[in-house]
Each structure stands twice: as C-alpha cells, then as structure tokens.
C-alpha cells in the first residue's frame, strides 16, 4: 500500500534555532501533502496545504514566515519550522493523497521539542 | 467553527461489547468519510472510509453507518478488545486535492 516517511520521529531543539522535518511518499507520486500539527489530547489541526512546484497554502492563523514549505518534487515535501519556541512545541503529521485509490496516508509524525 | 462534530469525547467498553462513536458534518460538498486510529505518539492509520452513495460498509469488525439525510455517519466496532484502546478520529474532505477535516477524536478503553 501507500507509504508515506516522516523523519525525523523526535527531535529536541533549542529556542531559536531551526529544525526541517521531511515527508516523503515512498511508492506513489504525491501532488499534493497536507501538514498537521496536533497538541496533546487534542486533534489534527491543518496547517498547510503543500502543492508540488508551488507555494503552499497556509491556513487562517499559521505564520508561512515561520513554517516554511517547500514541496520541490512529487516524493518531498519539507517542513522547517524557524526560529523555534517553546510554544512550537508539538506533534508535526504529514499526509500526502495516494490518488490511484483515493486515499490520504499519513506519515508516523514528528514530535518537536524546544527547550 | 467546526466543521465535523465527533462524540463521545471518551468511552469505555467491556472487552467483547460494541464501540460505537459518531460524528456529524455541515457542509453536503463533503463526499469521503473516513475514519481513523491513533495510538499515542504515532500517525494516525485508516481503519475504514465510506462514500455518501453508501450507507454501510463493514470490513472485520468495524462498520461504517452513513445517513445522507441526517448528515451523520458513526463507527461501530464489534468484539472489541483491549488492543483497540486508541484515539478515533472522523474526518471528511470533498474530494480532488482537498485536505481532510478531522473530528476532535474519541479515546476508546477496552477493559477485560
């Protein structure tokens, strides 16, 4: 089936610094990937939607200046969250749409901490 | 304001009994319902997704009942063990490159 990569799974960074989380669809060409973040106990919220070769479309409240895309080809999509806080602290998720079969596969997640 | 309505927040089911979470949307464009499970630190993983042309779908224990006209859909699952104990999340989306729109989620508990 479908497969999306998500790396890294964890990482720890400091206040400040930048950190890129990659999403990658390992047998299928993905136009199109979907970037979530979700606090604990809470559910997906969208943050973008990322389209191969152009800008990504940010939703309402989601500062593009700090979360930036960059789909560059059909297997990749990168998330790099800059000059991290501790408020940016969460769990990244990255879908991407398999539309041989219509589906959206997730990857495993990122979770981000900032200290 | 939300676009998909998930209950109950929380449930939990005797090892064995039925698990049942529904969800309701507003917006008729939706035309994919899936439903999904998450276990703590990891994405969340398709159980089971219907189209409005459908009023059930079953695959194993788990089913998917749609009322067009009511807008809802619901989970239901069978048999249920401890090793169901998860979040569930519905979600719907109205097709092409669209994303998906999740529910708040239901953290199930199985208990033996």
């Known amino acids: 089936g479908a497969v999306v990569s998500q790396h890294p799974s964890r990482v720890i960074c400091k206040s400040g610094t930048s950190v890129k989380i990659e999403c990658r669809s390992l047998?299928?060409?993905?136009?199109?990937m979907f970037w979530y973040r979700q606090f604990p106990k809470q559910s997906l919220m969208l943050m973008a939607t990322?389209?191969?070769?152009?800008?990504?479309?940010?939703e309402q409240g989601v500062e593009k200046d700090k979360f930036l895309i960059n789909h560059a080809s059909l297997t990749l999509s990168t998330l790099t969250v800059t000059s991290a806080h501790p408020e940016d602290s969460s769990f990244y998720i990255c879908?991407?749409?398999?539309?041989?079969?219509?589906?959206?596969?997730f990857g495993s997640g990122t979770r981000l901490t900032v200290v | 304001q939300q676009q998909v309505k998930q209950s109950p927040q929380s449930l939990i089911v005797q090892k064995g009994g039925i698990s049942i979470i529904n969800c309701a949307y507003e917006?008729?464009?939706?035309?994919?319902f899936p439903w999904y499970q998450q276990f703590p630190g990891k994405g969340p993983a398709l159980l089971i997704a219907?189209?409005?042309?459908?009023s059930e779908k079953k695959e194993g224990r788990f089913t998917i009942s749609f009322n067009k006209s009511a807008k809802q859909f619901s989970l239901h699952i069978m048999d249920s063990q401890p090793g169901d104990s998860a979040t569930y999340f519905c979600?719907?989306?109205?097709?092409?490159?669209?994303?998906?729109?999740f529910g708040k989620g239901t953290r199930l508990s199985v208990i033996a």
């Open positions: 979600a719907a989306s109205k097709g092409g490159n669209t994303p998906l729109v």
């Open positions: 990322s389209n191969e070769g152009s800008k990504a479309t940010y």
């Open positions: 879908s991407a749409i398999e539309t041989r079969n219509y589906g959206y596969t």
């Open positions: 047998d299928f060409q993905a136009t199109t």
């Open positions: 219907i189209r409005p042309d459908v």
């Open positions: 917006n008729t464009a939706f035309d994919y």
